[in-house]
């Protein structure tokens, strides 16, 4: 079983619209969360990080849900400019140096 | 802002060469990594540093040595590079309370 899981996607999505995208974790001792951006060959970037009380920058919204083990990611009237891979990361805690990452979402804004 | 160059942004050698790919941060993090990326696979550690001239293997290391003589510097090195090492290289570094930040990856061919 994979630590990390995403649907790969893609999403297309209208501009305009709501999207939301999940990511799993299986071990539940993992304690720091994040989503990250990566554009077509490019490196990833920081998008924000989940805390358990949730976290919002604009029109983004990170959610984390540690009974059912999964993170979210929401954005509101999806740009063009929002079309990415958003891959979501987990630490382990424990002194981990390691992150897991997952493999992405692809998300695709139309006009 | 944290910063994270690496040598090449593109990169082309013939099978059998040694091939070194740099990287250098400019915000005193103690680990820095090195993984791959390639279609369908997501990103996979090759090595990481948790220290200055520290070094440990990561899931994929065959084929690849790296070497850490100065906290702010990291370097990739195929011993005798091979077609499938073609992949999009990518350097990232991390203080142990932060996430990791990447550098901008290295697009290596290998014919």
């Known amino acids: 079983r994979k630590e990390v899981e995403q649907d790969p996607g893609p999403f297309n999505v209208p501009e305009g619209a709501t999207v939301a995208f999940n990511c799993t974790y299986s071990?539940?001792?993992?304690?720091?969360f994040f989503w990250y951006r990566q554009d077509c060959r490019k490196e990833p970037k920081l998008l924000m990080s989940?805390?358990?009380s949730g976290n919002e920058d604009g029109r983004f919204t990170a959610q984390l849900n540690r009974a059912s083990q999964y993170i979210s990611l929401l954005i509101r009237d999806s740009k063009l400019s929002d079309s990415a891979t958003y891959l979501c990361?987990?630490?382990?805690?424990?002194?981990?140096?390691?992150?897991?990452f997952g493999r992405g979402t692809s998300l695709i804004v139309h006009p | 802002d944290v910063k994270v160059t690496q040598s090449s942004r593109y990169l082309v050698k013939r099978t059998g060469e040694k091939v070194f790919l740099e990287c250098v941060q400019d915000?005193?993090?103690?680990?820095m990594f090195w993984y791959r990326q390639d279609p369908g696979l997501g990103l996979r550690l090759i090595y990481f540093?948790?220290?200055?001239?520290?070094?440990e293997k990561g899931d994929i290391p065959e084929g690849y040595s790296v070497s850490r003589e100065k906290k702010e510097r990291f370097s990739l090195i195929l011993e005798s590079a091979s077609t499938n090492q073609t992949s999009m290289y990518l350097c990232?570094?991390?203080?142990?309370?932060?996430?990791?930040?990447f550098g901008p990856g290295t697009r290596l061919t290998v014919l």
């Open positions: 990232a570094s991390r203080n142990p309370t932060d996430t990791q930040y």
């Open positions: 071990n539940s001792a993992s304690q720091s």
């Open positions: 989940v805390y358990s």
């Open positions: 990361v987990v630490y382990h805690g424990g002194g981990s140096y390691i992150p897991t």
């Open positions: 915000m005193d993090h103690e680990n």
């Open positions: 540093s948790y220290d200055v001239k520290m070094k």
